[in-house]
T-cell receptor, first 113, second 108 residues
Framework: NAGVTQTPKFQVLKTGQSMTLQCAQD?????MYWYRQDPGMGLRLIYY???????DKGEVPNGYNVSRLNKREFSLRLESAAPSQTSVYFC????????????FGPGTRLTVT | GESVGLHLPTLSVQEGDNSIINCAYS??????FIWYKQESGKGPQFIID?????DKRQGQRVTVLLNKTVKHLSLQIAATQPGDSAVYFC???????FGSGTQLTVLP
């Protein structure tokens, strides 16, 4: 089992460019999450998908969109990147929304110049 | 929404000593509290959770204490090892909300 995988590992964007961060899990989990982590701060929830076919906003959704492509995959899209979106992005999954043990991917380090 | 905070930012302990990492929470309606460990350059890793109707839970070398009266949570690590060096986050539920974390450094 690979667990949770994320691509790419690193990315540099110019302001206004768009990109999609990919996430996949092979644990047959129902729930998936996208977080961002800024220096000196904990993780903040961007969006989550409690189950296939549903998505909901988290704490900091502005400037992002998500797609739950199927049970395995959950992507995060930045339509018009801004320097404030420079961060490390983590994808996570759990058996269900009320099962709080989440499995995290290795992260994507994004820099927007 | 409510947030978890009031972590000490750093904690240094001697190898072999016990570590205590503290956390204050705000959401009295949390049904579980969770501890995660994040090593440098990696994603967070689940350590242990505690249900809100418990006041203590033990795992392998770790113990979680919950004091609902003062909304305080602690993680105790016995016989701290170099591999325990990491940032430790507590989180409250049901919307998993992370605190800013405590950097634990284990000194040789």
């Amino acid at each position: 089992n690979a667990g949770v995988t994320q691509t790419p590992k690193f990315q540099v964007l110019k302001t206004g460019q768009s990109m999609t961060l990919q996430c996949a899990q092979d644990m047959n989990h129902n729930s998936m999450y996208w977080y961002r982590q800024d220096p000196g701060m904990g993780l903040r929830l961007i969006y989550y998908s409690a189950s296939e076919g549903t998505t909901d906003k988290g704490e900091v959704p502005n400037g992002y969109n998500v797609s739950r492509l199927n049970k395995r995959e959950f992507s995060l899209r930045l339509e018009s990147a801004a320097p404030s979106q420079t961060s490390v992005y983590f994808c996570a999954s759990s058996v269900g929304q009320r099962v709080y043990e989440q499995y995290f991917g290795p992260g994507t380090r994004l820099t927007v110049t | 929404g409510e947030s978890v905070g009031l972590h000490l930012p750093t904690l240094s302990v001697q190898e072999g000593d016990n570590s205590i990492i503290n956390c204050a929470y705000s959401n009295s309606a949390s049904d579980y509290f969770i501890w995660y460990k994040q090593e440098s350059g990696k994603g967070p890793q689940f350590i242990i959770d505690i249900r809100s109707n418990m006041d203590k839970r033990q795992g392998q070398r770790v113990t979680v204490l919950l004091n609902k009266t003062v909304k305080h949570l602690s993680l105790q690590i016995a016989a701290t090892q170099p591999g325990d060096s990491a940032v430790y986050f507590c989180a409250e539920t049901p919307r998993v909300t992370f605190g800013s974390g405590t950097q634990l450094t284990v000194l040789p």
